[in-house]
């Protein structure tokens, strides 16, 4: 089994940074890619950046300038930097990972989420 564990969320201010962080334990043979989505209270999850394990990577329209994302290989771990947070960013942030486990198994997981609250 795989497992995903998000940390980094929180309250902050409009204009306020926070920096996520998720990392994926287990028997990982490989990942390829790993992402960050969205889900807002009553809307649809989104996403909002991913990250391929040759650190090509592509961010909504929303965010992009705001938010940036990167990855750690050796150590499985993924990371969402977001500057300039505005209330329309307010939502759970789920990690995911696509990849495969030792045995050869295909794998597509995600974390538990962690809140993100922009307010005044």
């Known amino acids: 089994q795989v497992h995903l564990v998000e940390s980094g969320g929180g309250f902050v201010q409009p204009g306020g940074s926070l920096r996520l962080s998720c990392a994926a334990s287990?028997?990982?043979?490989?990942?390829?890619?790993m992402g960050w989505y969205r889900q807002a209270s009553g809307k649809q999850r989104e996403v909002v950046a991913i990250i391929t394990n040759a650190g090509i990577t592509s961010v909504v329209d929303s965010v992009k300038g705001r938010f940036t994302i990167s990855r750690d290989n050796a150590k499985n771990m993924v990371f969402l930097q977001m500057n300039s947070l505005q209330p329309e960013d307010t939502a759970v942030y789920y990690c995911?990972?696509?990849?495969?486990?030792?045995?050869?198994?295909?794998?597509?997981?995600w974390g538990q989420g962690t809140q993100v609250t922009v307010s005044s």
């Open positions: 287990g028997s990982i043979f490989s990942i390829s890619t």
């Open positions: 995911n990972a696509v990849g495969a486990t030792t045995s050869r198994l295909r794998i597509d997981v």
